[in-house]
């Protein structure tokens, strides 16, 4: 089986670096996800990691750790639409090796 | 248009009725996904299937049914709706592969009321 968790909420500053980190318990990992989703509408993709390292996109940037079960969502310069909750998903070998498992997501506000 | 599709976007019913969730996608995409999404508990799979003519329960398929007899479609159809089956109903897809994320459809807010 698998297990995720995800702090449920933190609130930063318009401007500031936040860091929302994320731990899993998996048999069989093959990748982790994040996406973030709006109120409202669909998760959308952030990023990938299935290596140990950081991959930097933008102003987004994923850790993984997988001696540990740790990832990391690094926002740099938030705006205020970054405002969402952030999925963080593990990909499992079984069943073909396509299905995620989604943590219970973080809910992030970005105050002016 | 290219993308992913669900049907309705918002859908009341009475319990006891059937309903379908419909999905579809035009990428020809192996993999496609049904999720629901309630509060406290995140997305959770319901069912998936791999390709037409194959598909396999998730984490919670109970009361649900799934076909695929094109690759394109996907529904989903709540045989007996109950209200514990109230809740955002997400439908996704991917090519399969390394590095491969879902793409998810808008999403569908069943109501049973």
């Known amino acids: 089986g698998q297990n995720i968790d995800q702090p449920t909420e933190m609130t930063a500053t318009e401007g500031a670096i936040v860091q929302i980190n994320c731990t899993y318990q998996?048999?069989?990992?093959?990748?982790l996800f994040w996406y973030q989703q709006h109120a409202g509408e669909a998760p959308t993709f952030l990023s990938y990691?299935?290596?140990?390292g950081l991959e930097e996109k933008g102003r987004f940037s994923s850790f993984l750790s997988r001696s540990k079960g740790y990832s990391y969502l690094l926002l740099k310069e938030l705006q205020m639409k970054d405002s969402a909750s952030y999925l963080c998903?593990?990909?499992?070998?079984?069943?073909?090796?396509?299905?995620?498992?989604f943590g219970p997501g973080t809910r992030l506000s970005v105050l002016p | 248009d290219a993308g992913i599709t669900q049907s309705p976007r918002y859908k009341i019913t009475e319990t006891g009725r059937q309903v379908t969730l419909m999905c579809h996608q035009t990428?020809?995409?192996?993999?496609m996904f049904w999720y629901r999404q309630d509060l406290g508990h995140g997305l959770r799979l319901i069912y998936y299937s791999a390709a037409a003519d194959i598909t396999d329960k998730g984490e919670v398929p109970d009361g649900y049914v799934v076909s695929r007899s094109k690759t394109e479609n996907f529904p989903l159809t709540l045989e007996s709706a109950t209200r514990s089956q109230t809740s955002v109903y997400f439908c996704?897809?991917?090519?399969?592969?390394?590095?491969?994320?879902?793409?998810f459809g808008s999403g569908t807010r069943l109501t049973v009321v």
């Open positions: 996704a897809s991917s090519p399969g592969g390394a590095g491969y994320g879902y793409t």
């Open positions: 990428w020809s995409h192996s993999y």
């Open positions: 998903a593990v990909r499992d070998r079984e069943n073909y090796g396509q299905n995620f498992v």
């Open positions: 998996t048999s069989g990992f093959n990748g």
């Open positions: 990691n299935v290596l140990d």
